[in-house]
């Protein structure tokens, strides 16, 4: 799909990823809808996509609240008329222990990455359904979707209900004869961001939020089911999905940290 000329939300806008998406995207005579909850951040992103040539409305609220996301889908429908890409690239994985993690922080690993995810996409499914014209919802996913990871167990478990409902919208679009909706995970291995450095979390392979922008913009223009990126590290979890669970665990083990 073309990304010049369109009307594009991107979630989760105010730092990282999707900020250096949203700043990728100005470059192209977009009109940009940002949402987070940091009103400062979002306003200044919103400058410099205004700068790049592109309209752009910051939107600040809590995704965890549908009501939010109803409000922007809703609105950008008044204005716009359509949306034809989404990027919903809300999410946060700090590192987590199952055996010592409160309750509480396993739960809302899962609303963060998962619920956030849902508020926006049913609005916009019920949207997109109506439009005639080419559209897509893309979310930021991870390659700790596939299988368990230890530091990130409540994480991958997130990612990965998100990929398999995604996985089933699909098959469901095609089989309603949905055809003008793309429906793309994107899967960056370790990007540095302000949110996982110094995590404490090996990241091999790490990549710039402006390199995984590239690499964001890439899939969108192929409408990949899957885009999975970098190429080290697509080979890296390609050998982990068909590895035996005795050598994986061997393996992820050897990285992690003794204590954490
Ligand atoms: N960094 C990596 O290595 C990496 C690798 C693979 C995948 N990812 C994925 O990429 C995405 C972005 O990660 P990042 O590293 O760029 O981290 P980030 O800078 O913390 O980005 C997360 C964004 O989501 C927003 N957000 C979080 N909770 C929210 C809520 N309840 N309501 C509204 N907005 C919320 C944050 O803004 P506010 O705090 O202002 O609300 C921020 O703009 C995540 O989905 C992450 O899982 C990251």
Redesign the pocket.
Known sequence: MEYSKKVVLI????????RAVAIALSQYNNSIVI????ND?LESAAGEIRENGSECMPYA????DPAHADRVVSEMINKFGRIDIAIL?????PPSNTLTAPREKILHCMR??YD?MINFYYPLMQQMKQQKTRCMIAH?N?QATYFGIPMQGDYTAAKSAARIFLETARMELKHFGYNHIVIQTIH?G??D????RGDGIPAPNQISEEKTAEYVLKGIKKEMRENIFPPGMKFATKFGKISPYWLLTKVLLSQTPEKY
């Open positions: 979630t989760g806008a105010s730092s990282g990823i999707g949402t987070a909850r940091r951040l609220g809590d995704a965890l690239n809300i999410g946060q994985g963060t990455n956030t930021m991870s960056p370790f990007v961001t302000a949110a996982s």
